[in-house]
Structures are given as structure tokens and as C-alpha cells.
């Protein structure tokens, strides 16, 4: 019967590019999976809806499911051309996030306790909230709509795990720090004991302030965090059993469902690998393909700092003298925006002006996925975003990591130590170690990180197959949604 979607799923990522990829891939699945019961309303803020709608495929993409699926924005004042205003120029995110995200999340608040979030044509209720875990007072919401709640934190478990131990850090000492050491061992996280040390968190705990705001908020949220009816997590069980062991402890129903943008390709569109769908809120540049198709085998170095992290003039300079020095092609994404203290970005410098043109191309924004799984990519130089970590995984790629901020501190630490799946560039950035990081990426260490990279990759491969753990579990999350057992 049309209309008759009795289960509708309201999902509510931060209004991010990481988070937002990972949550419609979700919404897709969920539609696609669920034999036309499910229903889903995917709202984002009006900035992110509006990029949205002007550089992705997702009107066209979810045109199939017609009225099963709508795209609702919550009012944040911001033009698309706002988008991230602040964020860029501050260089760090939890400003962002603890002030226009926050704000977003009450106000759909707001529009979902008073019933004013849909049309008049259009009054099916809710029965089931998927929200990113940062929106911590989403735990009150449900409870009052009566409905099941599900968070689906984007980031990376081993940051998510770290954010949730924050209360057990400041209660045994940890936090905020004494002394400057940030090679220190951190004790009081279980699971990452023997190699997380100060500098491996994420990076609003390096403060020496007890009453950091953003420690305090962190605390609230990591109690109201498990009472939650389900954690997603874009994770599969081989990559991290220990950690997930300790998590599944405090949040025993949960959901481990990556690489998701892995199992959307087993599970909806098995044979649209070469032309994945975009959910990209900056344009595309899709002619660095050709360039690419032209290089050697392994030859190119993809270098990107994702959505949201931003780097100086200086870091600028030094990233690109380390690039050319290395004699390695480069395959280099300045998102607009990305680099602070701005004037010149266009202009080559003149001593590097030769080498860049013979081995480099600067791009603005790149189709991500794609280039990681084209066949001249032999390495990533990364921000170690989480979404970025697990495609190069996918992919095959191993990474020279420059973590920002959030849980990339803790993912690179991870890929270098645990994994062993890349280097870890965190807290220097200087041309001699970005030359050196290079070349024994791409040259002399090649072969150590390629054995345990294709490990990596075989296990993701296993796990998004049929019968795999995060293709069995995410049919258990759909069965759950739909037949209410939370
Ligand atoms: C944010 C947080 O900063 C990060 O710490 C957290 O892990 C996820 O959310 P973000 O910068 O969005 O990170 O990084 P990431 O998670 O790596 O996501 C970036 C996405 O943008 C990836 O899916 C990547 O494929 C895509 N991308 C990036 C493009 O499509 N084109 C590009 O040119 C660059």
C-alpha cells in the first residue's frame, strides 16, 4: 500500500562529510534492504542540505525509493557558502562542533518533541532515531517520543573509545595533564595499554585546564552514551577485537557494519564499483582519473586532509618542498578553504615550480574513492579521518598519517603501531621528514607495509561478504528496526 512505511527511521548525522557519506550510505541500505516496510526522513542543517543538493547525486540516488525516502533540513542561518564558517579559520573542530552543531541538534530537538518537523501531508511518526552519538540529549528525546534510539558514531571506535574513557582519565589522574610530556604512557584507557600515549589523544585533551569546557561536555556525553538502544560502528570485528571486546562491555548491543562504504557496494550496487555514488558537498574534479590512467603502476601519492582540517602557509610550504623533493608523483587536494592565512595559493613557487609540474597536479576535490582504487596509487598521505582510513584500506593503500584533530590522533597512532599499515608524521610537519616518510612509503619500505596492508584488506573484503560479520550484523540492525526489538 503506498505510504504505508509503518517503520520510519529519522537519521541525524553531524553535519560533516565524513559523518554524512557514512549515514545516507546507511539510509540507502536500510531502503534498499528492507522490502519497501522502512521509511526514512535523512536531516541535515540547511548549509550541508543545500551543498548537497548542488554537487551530489543523491536526488537521483534516492529517487527510486520515492516517497520512502525524504531529505529535511533543520534552519542553521547558513548560506552554503557559510558552510563550516569558523571552523576553517580556527583550526579545530570542537569550537564547531560544540557551538553550530550543538545548536542544529536543539532545534531539531524542538521540531521533533513539538511534532512541527513534517508538512501537513506527511504526519507518519516516528519509531525509530538513528543520531550521531555527539548529540548526547537525543538519550531524552526518544524517551519522550517513546521511541528506540540508535547512535551511530562516524568517528573511529578507538577515538570513540578514548572520548568515552574521559571520565575514568580525569577521575584516576590522566586528565588534565601535569607535566609536559606528551610521550607519557596513558594507563587508564582499556585495550590501547602499551602503546596510546599522551599525544595519541584526541587532541581537546591537551589541556592542563580542569575546567576545560569541552573535557566537561565530553564527560556529560560519555555517561548518556550507553543508554542508548544500539551503537553502530563503521567497523569490522577482525580489525579491532580487543577494543571492541571493552566497548561491547558498556554497550553490549552493538552493531559493527564497515567498511560501509564497502558493504553498500556487496549489498545494493555490487557492480557500480568503478562509478561510485557521490554524497560529495564540494565539486568534483573527475579529470585527475585520466592524469592518473597515465602514471605507473603504484607510482602516485594521494595527498588529502579531508573535509574540515585546514593547514598554515608555512605547513603549506613544508608539505610541498617535502613533496617534490621526494621525486614521487603527487596527486595533491587543496580543498577551498583548507589553507589558512591565505593570498597565494595558486602561485607555484618559483624553485618548485618545475618539479610540480613535471611529477604533481593540484586538485581542489577529487571523487576520493575512486583515485584510492586506481591502480597508480601507491600511497596516501592523510589527515587520518576515519572514512579516509578505512578506504585506504579497502583499497589497499598504506598511509603516511598527519593527524588534526578529533579521533585522528588515535587512528594514526593506530595504522603505525597496531597495524603497521603506514607512518605516523603526528606533531612534526617539516619538508626532511615529509621527504624521508615518502620515500620509504613508496621506495624502501614498500614491501613491509604492502604484506600487512593486503591482510588488512583481505579481512575487510571477508567481512562485508556474505556471511561475513558486518554483512550478517547490518541485517540484524534492519530486522531490529523493523520488527522494533530493541
Ligand atoms: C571528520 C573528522 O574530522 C574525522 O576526524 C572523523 O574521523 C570523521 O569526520 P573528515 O575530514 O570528514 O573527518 O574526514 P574523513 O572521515 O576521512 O571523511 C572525508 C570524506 O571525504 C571521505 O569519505 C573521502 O572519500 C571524502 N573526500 C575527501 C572526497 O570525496 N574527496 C576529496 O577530495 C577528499
Request: with cysteine; proline share 5%.
Given at each position: 500500500m503506498e505510504n504505508d512505511h509503518r517503520t520510519h527511521v529519522v537519521i541525524f548525522p553531524l553535519p560533516l562529510q565524513g559523518p554524512i557519506n557514512c549515514m545516507l550510505s546507511l539510509a540507502e541500505l536500510i531502503l534498499s534492504l528492507s522490502q519497501a516496510t522502512i521509511s526514512v526522513t535523512f536531516i541535515t542543517t540547511d548549509a550541508a542540505t543545500s551543498r548537497l543538493t548542488r554537487h551530489s547525486d543523491v536526488g537521483a540516488r534516492f529517487a527510486k525509493y520515492g516517497p520512502r525516502f525524504s531529505l529535511q533540513s533543520v534552519p542553521d542561518g547558513l548560506g552554503p557558502d557559510d558552510y563550516l564558517r569558523g571552523a576553517d579559520q580556527i583550526g579545530d573542530v570542537t569550537d564547531y562542533l560544540a557551538t553550530q552543531a550543538l545548536d542544529a541538534g536543539s532545534r531539531l530537538r524542538a521540531m521533533l518533541t513539538h511534532g512541527s518537523?513534517?508538512?501537513?501531508?506527511?504526519?507518519?511518526?516516528?519509531t525509530c532515531i538513528i543520531a550521531d552519538?555527539?548529540?548526547?540529549f537525543m538519550v531524552d528525546v526518544a524517551k519522550e517520543l517513546r521511541v528506540p534510539l540508535v547512535y551511530f558514531d562516524t568517528i573511529s571506535p578507538g577515538g570513540l573509545w578514548t572520548f568515552l574513557c574521559v571520565p575514568r582519565m580525569v577521575q584516576l589522574g590522566e586528565?588534565?595533564?601535569?607535566?609536559?610530556?606528551?610521550d607519557a604512557q596513558v594507563t587508564s584507557v582499556p585495550g590501547m595499554e602499551g602503546y596510546l600515549r599522551r599525544r595519541d589523544?584526541?587532541?581537546?585533551?591537551?589541556?592542563?585546564?580542569?575546567?576545560n569546557q569541552f573535557i566537561l561536555h565530553i564527560s556529560k556525553e560519555a555517561v548518556y552514551y550507553?543508554?542508548?538502544q544500539g551503537h553502530i560502528l563503521n567497523?569490522?570485528?577482525?580489525?579491532e577485537a580487543p577494543l571492541l571486546s571493552h566497548m561491547r562491555d558498556l554497550c553490549?548491543?552493538?552493531?559493527?557494519?564497515?567498511p560501509l562504504h564497502s558493504l553498500i557496494r556487496a549489498k545494493?550496487?555490487?557492480?557500480?564499483s568503478k562509478n561510485a555514488s557521490s554524497s560529495s558537498l564540494w565539486e568534483e574534479d573527475r579529470s585527475c582519473l585520466a592524469w592518473l590512467d597515465?602514471?605507473?603502476?603504484?607510482s602516485v601519492l594521494y595527498v588529502s586532509i579531508g573535509s574540515l582540517a585546514v593547514m598554515t602557509r608555512h605547513q603549506l610550504m613544508e608539505f610541498w618542498h617535502g613533496l617534490v623533493h621526494s621525486k614521487s608523483q603527487f596527486l595533491w587536494v587543496r580543498r577551498p578553504?583548507?589553507?589558512?592565512?591565505?593570498?597565494?595559493?595558486d602561485e607555484v613557487p618559483m624553485e618548485l615550480e618545475e618539479g610540480t609540474r613535471e611529477r604533481g597536479r593540484l586538485v581542489s576535490w577529487v571523487p576520493q574513492e575512486e583515485v584510492l582504487a586506481h591502480?597508480?596509487?601507491?600511497?596516501f598521505l592523510t589527515h587520518s579521518g576515519w572514512n579516509s582510513t578505512l578506504e585506504s584500506i579497502v583499497a589497499g593503500v598504506p598511509m603516511i598519517c598527519w593527524p588534526c584533530f578529533v579521533d585522528q590522533q588515535v587512528n594514526s597512532r593506530t595504522v603505525s603501531e597496531?597495524?603497521?599499515?603506514g607512518l605516523d608524521m603526528k606533531d612534526t610537519c617539516d619538508r626532511v621528514t615529509i621527504e624521508k616518510m615518502i620515500r620509504e612509503l613508496m621506495g624502501d619500505q614498500r614491501e613491509r607495509f604492502a604484506a600487512k596492508m593486503d591482510n588488512l584488506t583481505k579481512l575487510a573484503a571477508k567481512a562485508v561478504d556474505k556471511g561475513g560479520t558486518s554483512y550478517c550484523n547490518l541485517d540484524r540492525l534492519i530486522d531490529d528496526i523493523q520488527f522494533n526489538r530493541f
Amino acid at each position: 500500500m503506498e505510504n504505508d512505511h509503518r517503520t520510519h527511521v529519522v537519521i541525524f548525522p553531524l553535519p560533516l562529510q565524513g559523518p554524512i557519506n557514512c549515514m545516507l550510505s546507511l539510509a540507502e541500505l536500510i531502503l534498499s534492504l528492507s522490502q519497501a516496510t522502512i521509511s526514512v526522513t535523512f536531516i541535515t542543517t540547511d548549509a550541508a542540505t543545500s551543498r548537497l543538493t548542488r554537487h551530489s547525486d543523491v536526488g537521483a540516488r534516492f529517487a527510486k525509493y520515492g516517497p520512502r525516502f525524504s531529505l529535511q533540513s533543520v534552519p542553521d542561518g547558513l548560506g552554503p557558502d557559510d558552510y563550516l564558517r569558523g571552523a576553517d579559520q580556527i583550526g579545530d573542530v570542537t569550537d564547531y562542533l560544540a557551538t553550530q552543531a550543538l545548536d542544529a541538534g536543539s532545534r531539531l530537538r524542538a521540531m521533533l518533541t513539538h511534532g512541527s518537523l513534517w508538512g501537513q501531508s506527511d504526519r507518519r511518526p516516528v519509531t525509530c532515531i538513528i543520531a550521531d552519538g555527539f548529540f548526547w540529549f537525543m538519550v531524552d528525546v526518544a524517551k519522550e517520543l517513546r521511541v528506540p534510539l540508535v547512535y551511530f558514531d562516524t568517528i573511529s571506535p578507538g577515538g570513540l573509545w578514548t572520548f568515552l574513557c574521559v571520565p575514568r582519565m580525569v577521575q584516576l589522574g590522566e586528565l588534565p595533564f601535569r607535566g609536559n610530556d606528551l610521550d607519557a604512557q596513558v594507563t587508564s584507557v582499556p585495550g590501547m595499554e602499551g602503546y596510546l600515549r599522551r599525544r595519541d589523544l584526541p587532541s581537546f585533551c591537551r589541556t592542563y585546564d580542569p575546567n576545560n569546557q569541552f573535557i566537561l561536555h565530553i564527560s556529560k556525553e560519555a555517561v548518556y552514551y550507553p543508554r542508548a538502544q544500539g551503537h553502530i560502528l563503521n567497523t569490522f570485528d577482525d580489525l579491532e577485537a580487543p577494543l571492541l571486546s571493552h566497548m561491547r562491555d558498556l554497550c553490549p548491543n552493538l552493531y559493527t557494519i564497515g567498511p560501509l562504504h564497502s558493504l553498500i557496494r556487496a549489498k545494493v550496487e555490487p557492480i557500480a564499483s568503478k562509478n561510485a555514488s557521490s554524497s560529495s558537498l564540494w565539486e568534483e574534479d573527475r579529470s585527475c582519473l585520466a592524469w592518473l590512467d597515465a602514471q605507473p603502476s603504484k607510482s602516485v601519492l594521494y595527498v588529502s586532509i579531508g573535509s574540515l582540517a585546514v593547514m598554515t602557509r608555512h605547513q603549506l610550504m613544508e608539505f610541498w618542498h617535502g613533496l617534490v623533493h621526494s621525486k614521487s608523483q603527487f596527486l595533491w587536494v587543496r580543498r577551498p578553504g583548507s589553507i589558512i592565512e591565505t593570498g597565494h595559493d595558486d602561485e607555484v613557487p618559483m624553485e618548485l615550480e618545475e618539479g610540480t609540474r613535471e611529477r604533481g597536479r593540484l586538485v581542489s576535490w577529487v571523487p576520493q574513492e575512486e583515485v584510492l582504487a586506481h591502480q597508480a596509487i601507491g600511497g596516501f598521505l592523510t589527515h587520518s579521518g576515519w572514512n579516509s582510513t578505512l578506504e585506504s584500506i579497502v583499497a589497499g593503500v598504506p598511509m603516511i598519517c598527519w593527524p588534526c584533530f578529533v579521533d585522528q590522533q588515535v587512528n594514526s597512532r593506530t595504522v603505525s603501531e597496531v597495524w603497521g599499515v603506514g607512518l605516523d608524521m603526528k606533531d612534526t610537519c617539516d619538508r626532511v621528514t615529509i621527504e624521508k616518510m615518502i620515500r620509504e612509503l613508496m621506495g624502501d619500505q614498500r614491501e613491509r607495509f604492502a604484506a600487512k596492508m593486503d591482510n588488512l584488506t583481505k579481512l575487510a573484503a571477508k567481512a562485508v561478504d556474505k556471511g561475513g560479520t558486518s554483512y550478517c550484523n547490518l541485517d540484524r540492525l534492519i530486522d531490529d528496526i523493523q520488527f522494533n526489538r530493541f
